[in-house]
């Protein structure tokens, strides 16, 4: 479910909410061989499934910077922001991998606002942890505190 905020006031009033979760996001073979192309990152334990097999997961996963790069289009399903000039991504305090994510795994996104606060230029930043949790999972695949800055 998206939750929709105009203005910097919008934002400071999400301040201790949560958002989420965003819908379930496959991880498939394709998507992962496409970030191998695409960052040269092309380890067998993530392309090339027969191999992986025999490896310590089973099986082939997903990049742990991958599954971070996908928080992005899951966190566009939970906060829509109009009534803003800017937003930018501004970085990630503390980033975390506890889990794999095996190829054929659903993943989502949860969101925790932890932190509204005014910055220069007309600003503020938020500061949210976000989770990356494994569909039949107990332990995320990712967590990481990640800051944010809107500007009107």
Known sequence: MTTSVV??????????RDLGPSEWLEMT??????FADATGDRQ????????AKQGP???PIAHGYLTL????????ELLDIQGVKM???????KVRFPSPVPVGSKIRLKVGVDLVEDVPGNGVQMTMDFTVEIEGST????AAQVLYRHYA
């Not at 067998?44 to 027969?50: A, F």
């Not at 790069?69 to 566009?76: A, R, T, Y």
């Open 7 to 16: 203005g910097l006031e919008g934002l400071r009033a999400l301040a201790g």
């Open 29 to 34: 073979q394709e998507r992962v061989n496409t």
């Open 44 to 51: 067998w334990i993530h392309v090339d499934p027969e191999r």
């Open 57 to 59: 997961f089973g099986g």
């Open 69 to 76: 790069s996908l928080v992005i289009p899951m966190f566009v």
């Open 87 to 93: 937003s930018v991504n501004y970085g990630m305090e």
């Open 139 to 142: 332990k995320p695949a990712c």
